[in-house]
């Protein structure tokens, strides 16, 4: 009798050994698997990152921002304004000299979209994005290859209506 409670104890603990190698043992596998597979998630987090400010902060980057009214004629018209070509090549010198390609970025979502010519755009984003072709023909006229030059639609910044960016960007 003396020795039932020690045999129990031995029994007891082999159980628990025997039920942790089949119960737990697996699960430490997963939880070695999931956290390798996290570091390499955060080691892609981190690559991206870096991409991404070397395309928004990179050294040397130019940025030109105007108003719709600044650049053409009128909230109708295509063309540009005599002071909005004056606005453009003033800025030329400094997108040739930087080498860079140049973004024309619009902001489709938030357009003001004027009711007289809801009839000859389909959306805001057409109306934005006919600016944009314009100011982009305007920097090809003026010596800038069509291969530099990029059309941006940058729908996720909100508030910013009736607006063109310039920019150079590293891509």
């Given at each position: 009798?003396?020795?039932?409670?020690?045999?129990l104890f031995?029994?007891?603990?082999?159980?628990?050994?025997?039920?942790?190698?089949?119960?737990?043992?697996?699960?430490?596998?997963?939880?070695?698997?999931?956290?390798?597979?996290?570091?390499?998630?955060?080691?892609?987090?981190?690559?991206?990152?870096?991409?991404?400010?070397?395309?928004?902060?990179?050294?040397?980057?130019?940025?030109?921002?105007?108003?719709?009214?600044?650049l053409f004629?009128?909230?109708?018209?295509?063309?540009?304004?005599?002071?909005?070509?004056?606005?453009?090549?003033?800025?030329?010198?400094?997108?040739?000299?930087?080498?860079?390609?140049?973004?024309?970025?619009?902001?489709?979502?938030?357009?003001?979209?004027?009711?007289?010519?809801?009839?000859?755009?389909?959306?805001?984003?057409?109306?934005?994005?006919?600016?944009?072709?314009?100011?982009?023909?305007?920097?090809?006229?003026?010596g800038f290859?069509?291969?530099?030059?990029?059309?941006?639609?940058?729908?996720?910044?909100?508030?910013?209506?009736?607006?063109?960016?310039?920019?150079?960007?590293?891509?």
């Amino acid at each position: 009798m003396k020795y039932v409670y020690l045999v129990l104890f031995l029994i007891t603990l082999g159980l628990f050994l025997i039920f942790y190698n089949f119960k737990y043992l697996p699960l430490e596998e997963k939880i070695i698997k999931i956290s390798d597979e996290n570091l390499l998630w955060q080691k892609e987090i981190q690559e991206l990152k870096d991409k991404l400010s070397e395309y928004e902060g990179g050294k040397g980057k130019l940025f030109y921002s105007f108003e719709f009214n600044e650049l053409f004629l009128s909230e109708t018209s295509d063309s540009l304004s005599p002071i909005g070509e004056a606005r453009l090549k003033a800025i030329i010198p400094s997108l040739k000299e930087s080498n860079k390609k140049v973004a024309i970025i619009f902001y489709g979502e938030d357009i003001e979209f004027p009711t007289q010519i809801k009839r000859r755009y389909l959306t805001a984003y057409h109306y934005g994005f006919q600016k944009a072709i314009a100011v982009f023909n305007y920097l090809v006229n003026m010596g800038f290859l069509k291969d530099k030059l990029l059309i941006i639609n940058d729908c996720e910044k909100k508030n910013k209506k009736n607006i063109l960016e310039i920019q150079t960007i590293n891509y």
